[in-house]
């Protein structure tokens, strides 16, 4: 899995936030086990290939390190919007920050990674090398906030105390995210499944290029999928795609009905009618 497959994967948790922030209370603790377990894999073979380009001669112009570079840069924009929903959630439901804890961790040590790529990334020769870096960089920076934009208006959800603070903390450009979310106001109309793919195509247009294969394309598949268990899979439908805001609004309406039929029938049990003969 490519590293622009994990942003389209964080896209579709950003466009269904309103809904896995007010239904989905509880975060699966083996999804974010394996989210920690194979984010810390991928950190450590960054760390190590990083070590390696750093040494006099290494080669930081062909394909290995592009790859590498590439990976990085373009999960930003996985990394940064989950973390910002993970403490979203957090506040939203009160609990004890553990998932929050964990994602900013895992943020922490992808930052590392970044700081320890750009020294390198300055010793290419090739301009033409530096530039498709810069503008890979310049694209994650844009789609990490415009992800966030989509959060922004998620994160009002009762029990969110400062909701913009918690989203524009992550921000590369804060002025930028609140732009954003004016466009996702604007898809709130549409179905979270048009907006998906709207925003899937948008992202492959953008994003297309002349990407390496992926640096570390099996961890990169683990972390897909410890993201999608992190709210269980009650927040899924039987097609793997995030339950519709009308399909939530319809099994909450029928919840509250039986609910209610059965507070009458407790408050006022039925009486045997006296026979008349």
């Not at 942003?7 to 989210?35: K, T, W």
């Not at 922004?152 to 992550?170: D, Q, T």
């Not at 097609?239 to 509250?256: H, M, N």
Request: proline share 5%; with cysteine.
């Amino acid at each position: 899995m490519h590293a622009i497959e994990l942003v389209d994967v964080a896209g579709v948790l950003c466009l269904g936030a309103r809904n896995l922030l007010e239904d989905c209370p509880h975060v699966s603790q083996s999804a974010i086990l394996d989210y920690w377990t194979a984010a810390r894999c991928r950190l450590d073979a960054w760390g190590r290939d990083l070590r390696s380009f750093g040494r006099p001669g290494a080669d930081v112009s062909g394909e290995d390190f592009t790859a590498l570079a590439e990976e990085v840069l373009l999960s930003q924009a996985h990394t940064r919007p989950l973390t910002a929903l993970c403490v979203l959630h957090d506040r939203r439901w009160n609990t004890s920050d553990e998932t929050a804890s964990v994602a900013r961790n895992i943020l922490a040590g992808h930052e590392e990674a970044l700081s320890r790529l750009k020294p390198l990334w300055s010793r290419s020769t090739d301009r033409k090398h530096g530039l498709h870096l810069s503008v890979t960089a310049s694209r994650a920076r844009r789609w990490s906030d415009m992800l966030l934009g989509y959060l922004l208006p998620a994160g009002g959800s009762p029990g969110v105390r400062n909701p913009e603070g918690h989203v524009i903390e992550f921000a590369f450009e804060p002025q930028r995210v609140v732009e954003f979310a004016f466009d996702a106001d604007a898809h709130s109309g549409r179905s979270i499944l048009d907006a998906q793919r709207l925003l899937s195509a948008s992202l492959r247009m953008t994003l297309s290029g002349n990407y390496s294969p992926a640096a570390n394309p099996e961890i990169n598949q683990r972390i897909a999928g410890a993201t999608f268990g992190l709210f269980g899979p009650e927040a899924f439908d039987e097609f793997g795609l995030l339950r519709s805001t009308w399909v939530r609004r319809i099994e909450r309406s029928a919840d509250e009905t039986l609910g209610m039929l059965d507070g009458l029938f407790e408050e006022k049990p039925l009486q045997p009618v006296p026979k008349r003969f």
